[in-house]
């Protein structure tokens, strides 16, 4: 059964950092494109951050480069999204994605796998 596993979020105050893990079962992630999206209450989806597979190249949304950084572990099966300087508006759910065949996308439609998300809240 293939299946991406979200962990590392929590309530975490302004300023501080996290990082954020995406762990896969049953395939391997090398194979597939990963994107992190996140969700905010009664706001749409969006994308944040695609590592590419193969070269690993990443694609950041601009409002995020700087902040945030994407990386693979491949000999966990893991992607990780660190996250510095965290702001009340970075509070969502944060999900993890595979799309196979694609590359430096962040349209959610073209990522076949998803993770079942991990609550991040930045507050005072």
């Known amino acids: 059964q293939l299946q991406l596993v979200e962990s590392g979020g929590g309530l975490v105050q302004p300023g501080v950092s996290l990082r954020l893990s995406c762990a896969g079962s049953?395939?391997?992630?090398?194979?597939?494109?990963i994107g992190w999206f996140r969700q905010a209450p009664g706001k749409e989806r969006e994308g944040v951050v695609c590592?590419?597979?193969?070269?690993?190249?990443?694609y950041y949304v601009d409002s995020e480069k700087g902040r945030f950084t994407v990386s693979r572990d491949s000999a966990k099966n893991t992607v990780y999204l660190q996250m510095n300087n965290l702001k009340p508006s970075d509070t969502a759910v944060y999900y993890c994605?595979?799309?196979?065949?694609?590359?430096?996308?962040?349209?959610?439609?073209?990522?076949?796998?998803w993770g079942q998300g991990t609550q991040v809240t930045v507050s005072s």
């Open positions: 049953g395939f391997s992630l090398n194979y597939y494109t």
């Open positions: 590592i590419n597979s193969g070269d690993s190249s990443t």
């Open positions: 994605a595979a799309g196979f065949g694609v590359r430096g996308t962040l349209e959610p439609v073209q990522y076949d796998y």
